[in-house]
């Protein structure tokens, strides 16, 4: 099994960038595929990105797309979320997670086996 720990988040004002990390250790970083969901209050968990083990296969939200950018460091066994233009409503927790599936990469949070505990991300206006 993996475990994971992001790093990163805080407050930002509207139009700010911020960038999270997620460490991971335990199991072999390569053999995951990695994704950053998030969750608002009173709302259910979101697809933000993800990313496949070797980085040659990028998804990324509606709500997100051209702002936001994730990387994966196999040398350094971390996933990052660089957030650009950040918005009000980019305000949540913000979780990175890992599926040991093969192929497929999921934007459901149920597809995936392990997560982080979070890291809050505030957007001011």
């Known amino acids: 099994q993996v475990q994971l720990v992001e790093s990163g988040g805080g407050l930002v004002q509207a139009g700010g960038s911020q960038r999270l990390s997620c460490a991971a250790s335990g199991r072999t970083f390569t053999s995951y595929i990695m994704a950053w969901f998030r969750q608002a209050p009173g709302k259910e968990r979101e697809f933000v990105a993800a990313?496949?083990?070797?980085?040659?296969?990028?998804y990324y939200g509606d709500s997100v797309k051209g702002r936001f950018t994730i990387s994966r460091d196999n040398a350094k066994n971390t996933v990052y979320l660089q957030m650009n233009s950040l918005k009000p409503e980019d305000t949540a927790i913000y979780y990175c997670?890992?599926?040991?599936?093969?192929?497929?990469?999921?934007?459901?949070?149920?597809?995936?086996?392990?997560w982080g505990q979070g890291t809050q991300v505030t957007v001011s206006s």
């Open positions: 997670a890992a599926d040991q599936a093969i192929g497929t990469i999921f934007r459901e949070a149920g597809e995936y086996d392990y």
């Open positions: 990313v496949s083990r070797y980085g040659v296969r990028i």
